[in-house]
């Protein structure tokens, strides 16, 4: 036994917190790292000391193994938890954490390795008997032998990073017109991310499920499984809802995943907490996709159904101890279900966002519910990182109770300052199919009518209600101690006031004219950011949180923010005409094009890098580059413009 005293927890947000607060409980000292774009972040206010590594990117700060060492020895811990993403599975980091006679919580260095390697992954798992998916996953790395896989398998196929994780470096190709370009850029994704462009390449088995089976192992041979996870609503290759345990599995195939999932562990000996992901197509056939050799994002979900802590389970076999489960004690209870809060723009084709959190209220949490998150109202979303903001889980005796607990936990959560994912995840738990369980890897792109709204003119009541709840939200001018003064009242009422008021809001960039008469203030009432008004002869109530500034009305799934216009300080601004700009802050990765070249509709023009994904700035129309005012390198604003066109006459 080798008991921890103090922990450095070597990563940022919302999983820095959650492994803090379980190290808490078990009486460890807990030291955090930053870089100085997380200087003020809530990691560092929970834990007890806090190290700055220094710069900004990922590579200046949390992949610096050097100077998390150091900090980890200037600081007197005894371990580190790597957490997920950065170097969690960097095998060159597990190697030099033991090297500096620290205990590194997670699997070792060797096992890392051997399933880091996706394709050295799969030669494995066929030997172990573990199924897998029609592939190539081989040492030639050229176009020409991806090519003749391809033609082989049949498409469509799937590229892959081999050393990857969270959809980078993934793209499914149609067709071999398809696969030169989205080779390349497959592969410049992966070293960006990963530092390594290895590929692999697999049949894209259409409309499968994506489920996944927890395991866990200690250093005295004990292997057991703690069922399976459902992570198939995805975007980009990127789960956005996890439920557990998966809809519609029986106990015999229940059995049979997690059977395999510990031959895989078994195989590379793993130790700690470690995840085996299949695919499961219709027939209930299951195939190997690849090892998680570390904790997972979606881990809570396990956690409620077995009333388990993962983490404190780490932290015990990392100290030499053995499971407190065997395989017959883990009993399952109930249904749990996760979404991930990101920072982007569902709409937009999912674009990361970046910026304030002028607002972010959680709501208050009752039974089953769970919120793990790492920002406080006020704290910036960088582009420098994953824009996943919060995860909302909610756990109930059945899926329908969770679905419904969870359901309720996003209609509470109230932000702005940058745009988020809030409204489609209630767009998507409320929708009839998944209600009822019938989900698959394509879900989203199935059922966009329902999850993508067209945009719609707000409607007359909304603006009479906005104008009613600025208003009545407005601090009188004089304060009194009665409160039941008729000048304290926030009815709106207010002695020789005018029958009507005339308001100008600005919502998105357009000013909206709002004339409020006697009797909408008459039939509203503003209490504790909750505005109820009449409607049809029934009281309804709409969420309107009013700060100094702005005016936050939800109407239906979205919050709006208005600001009220001071006609005096309005300004315009000018743009480029034909001007191409940055759809997010990020860094130039490539300028495609030169200052005088003819183009066409469509012809990439600039790829900007943000939060770890690759966006493609392409011609809207034929042309020709008249300006371009980027270079590769550069970092850019939102809004940034990028290249000038001259549109063909």
Not at 99 to 123: D, H, R, V, W
Not at 196 to 223: C, F, S, W
Not at 236 to 251: F, N, Y
Not at 421 to 450: C, M, W
Request: with cysteine; aromatic share 6%.
């Amino acid at each position: 036994m080798r008991p921890i005293q103090r922990l450095l927890i070597a990563n940022r947000g919302e999983i820095a917190c959650r492994i803090i607060r379980t190290a808490k409980t078990m009486g460890i000292a807990t030291v955090a790292v930053h870089s100085q774009a997380d200087a003020q972040a809530l990691h560092l206010e929970l834990a007890h000391t806090a190290v700055n590594l220094g710069g900004n990117t990922p590579e200046e700060s949390y992949l610096q193994i050097e100077k998390i060492i150091a900090a980890a020895k200037s600081t007197n811990a005894d371990a580190i938890h790597p957490g997920y993403g950065f170097l969690a599975e960097n095998a060159d980091f597990a190697r030099a954490v033991e090297a500096a006679g620290l205990i590194f919580i997670g699997p070792s260095a060797s096992a890392i390795e051997a399933m880091g390697s996706k394709s050295a992954a799969k030669s494995l798992m066929e030997r172990a008997g573990v199924p897998l998916v029609p592939g190539y996953h081989g040492q030639d790395q050229s176009l020409e032998r991806f090519q003749q896989a391809a033609e082989s398998i049949g498409y469509p196929v799937l590229l892959k990073a081999s050393a990857g994780g969270g959809g980078r470096g993934m793209q499914v190709v149609e067709s071999q017109a398809e696969l030169a370009e989205a080779f390349d850029s497959a592969k410049r994704e992966a070293k960006a991310a990963f530092g390594n462009d290895h590929m692999l390449l697999e049949k894209y088995v259409l409309q499968p499920r994506h489920v996944e089976v927890q395991i866990v192992a200690d250093t005295h041979g004990n292997y057991i499984y703690l069922a399976e996870r459902d992570c198939s609503i995805q975007r980009r290759h990127q789960k956005v809802v996890e439920e557990a345990p998966a809809p519609g599995i029986d106990p015999a195939l229940r059995q049979a995943m997690g059977e395999a999932a510990v031959r895989a562990a078994q195989a590379v000996n793993y130790v700690n907490a470690g995840t085996v992901e299949f695919l499961l197509d219709s027939s209930g056939e299951f195939y190997f996709m690849e090892m998680n050799t570390r904790l997972q994002v979606e881990h809570p979900v396990t956690e409620l159904i077995t009333n388990t802590d993962l983490v404190a389970w780490q932290i015990a076999i990392a100290q030499g101890g053995t499971l407190p489960l065997c395989q017959d004690q883990v009993t399952l209870h109930g249904h749990a279900m996760e979404v991930r809060l990101y920072a982007e723009d569902p709409d937009n084709d999912f674009l990361p966002a970046a910026g304030q959190l002028s607002l972010y209220r959680e709501p208050a949490l009752g039974p089953g519910q769970r919120i793990d998150s790492g920002v406080r109202e006020g704290d910036a979303v960088s582009p420098f990182y994953d824009p996943m903001v919060a995860k909302l889980i909610a756990w109930g005796e059945t899926r329908e109770e969770s679905r419904l607990r969870l359901l309720h936990l996003l209609k509470q959560t109230h932000i702005s300052g940058v745009k988020t994912n809030v409204a489609f995840l209630q767009r998507i738990l409320a929708q009839p199919s998944f209600a009822k369980g019938y989900v698959h890897t394509g879900f989203i792109e199935e059922h966009t009518t329902d999850l993508f709204t067209p945009n719609q003119p707000l409607p007359p009541l909304f603006w009479q209600l906005a104008g009613a709840a600025w208003i009545l939200s407005s601090p009188p001018q004089i304060s009194f101690e009665d409160p039941h003064s008729p000048w304290a009242a926030a009815s709106g009422w207010r002695n020789g006031s005018a029958r009507e008021a005339k308001l100008r809001f600005n919502l998105n960039d357009e000013v909206h004219s709002v004339t409020v008469d006697a009797a909408t203030l008459h039939n509203t009432h503003w209490r504790e950011n909750m505005l109820r008004y009449q409607e049809d002869n029934q009281q309804r109530e709409l969420c309107a949180i009013r700060t100094p500034q702005q005016l936050h009305l939800q109407w239906k799934e979205t919050l709006y923010t208005l600001t009220l216009v001071d006609p005096i300080s309005q300004a315009t601004t000018e743009h480029i005409a034909g001007g191409l700009t940055a759809p997010m802050s990020g860094s130039i990765v490539k300028v495609a094009v030169e200052v005088g070249q003819p183009v066409d509709a469509g012809d990439l023009l600039v790829i900007v890098e943000a939060m770890k994904m690759e966006h493609s700035i392409r011609a809207t129309e034929a042309g020709v580059v008249k300006a371009i005012f980027c270079a590769q390198g550069d970092m850019v604003s939102e809004g940034t413009i990028l290249v000038e066109m001259e549109p063909n006459s």
